[in-house]
């Protein structure tokens, strides 16, 4: 869950589908529970909100109901207006009969004095109201309200059918409103030799950004024994990988230590689809993303030059064999080109060709970085 843009505003995640599952099952327990046994109610839904609400409350109820929708509107934007219009109404005969109306969501209260309002005359056994969320600090009424699945702080929210201007009802999670992402955040992304290292030096400079270089954040933490770092070092000296999860931390550590910065460069992070997936959560509730994945394009055969000539000088004995250069091509391949479809498919891909000079290369990139 990444944050979403609807029109010209942004929302971040802040209710998940599986919390939202845990609300409804609750609230569709709790209504049965009160019911006297063999009363068939009757659920009215308020629409358009409540569509999805509904449909999955009722699932839950798993009982005998009758079920009706009606449609009023009093919400203009973001902001509630107090003027509350019944659009479409019920047909069927009330008298005597428990009706449990289905809210998505009362704020002000002025939808609920509406349906208090329309139902008063209906000669009904009893009125009930099940409200999937609540915003106690902007309720303005002294009306009852029954069953309340979660009270929420007074931001405006979109998602599981909930809208801004028409907009947002299909995502299956709650969006909380949010500020416009402020950071640039890019994953620097290629393979072994590509020159990132090399380039993200440059970048940060000129963009002013932090870079995180995850074998960097490694080092650190282990030379300086923090207590991440003691922890990573215990999986590499038994020869295991470092799990995800230690390594997201590190990175979390990282950019948690620079609050001021302008965005980042994660360079060598994320290097796995559930990395990446903790780097998007991580961020998201921040506000912010990844603005895109920029990715140095080069030929295999020009890295394997590259390498084996810093071989010549870097010392490092896994850049003066072909073979183990192949491999390390290999592993990039299976294990992290996963990523470029991750991203891909964000529409946050940005492939850039990685042979020419330094300079060359780093203007080819900021004209990507400028258009993030
Ligand atoms: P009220 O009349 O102010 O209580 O607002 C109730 C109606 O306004 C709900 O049924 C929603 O349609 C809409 N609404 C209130 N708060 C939100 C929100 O945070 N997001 C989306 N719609 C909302
Ligand atoms: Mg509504």
Partial sequence: MGIIKLQNLYFKPYINEEEIAKIVKQLAKE????????EIPIFVGILNGCFLFAADFIREFNGNCEISFVKLASYNGTTSTEKVKQLVGINEDLTGRTVIILEDIIDTGNTLQEIYNIFRDKNLKQLKVATLFFKPDVFKKELPIDYIGKNIEDKFIVGYGLDYNGLG??????????????MKNIVLFGPPGAGKGTQAEFLKDMYNLVHISTGDVFRFNIKNQTELGLLAKKYMDEGNLVPDEVTIN??????????DANGFIFDGFPRTQSQAEALDAFLAKKGEQINGMVALEVSEDILVTRLLERGKTSGRPDDTDEGKIRNRFNEYNTKTAILKDYFDEQNKYYGVNGVGSIKEITQRISQVFNTL
């Fill in 169 to 182: 009802r299909n995502y299956p999670a709650i969006y909380q409103l949010s500020t416009k992402p402020k």
């Fill in 250 to 259: 590190m990175l979390k550590a990282e950019v948690e230590n620079n609050t």
């Fill in 31 to 38: 209504v049965k529970a009160d019911l006297p046994k063999g």
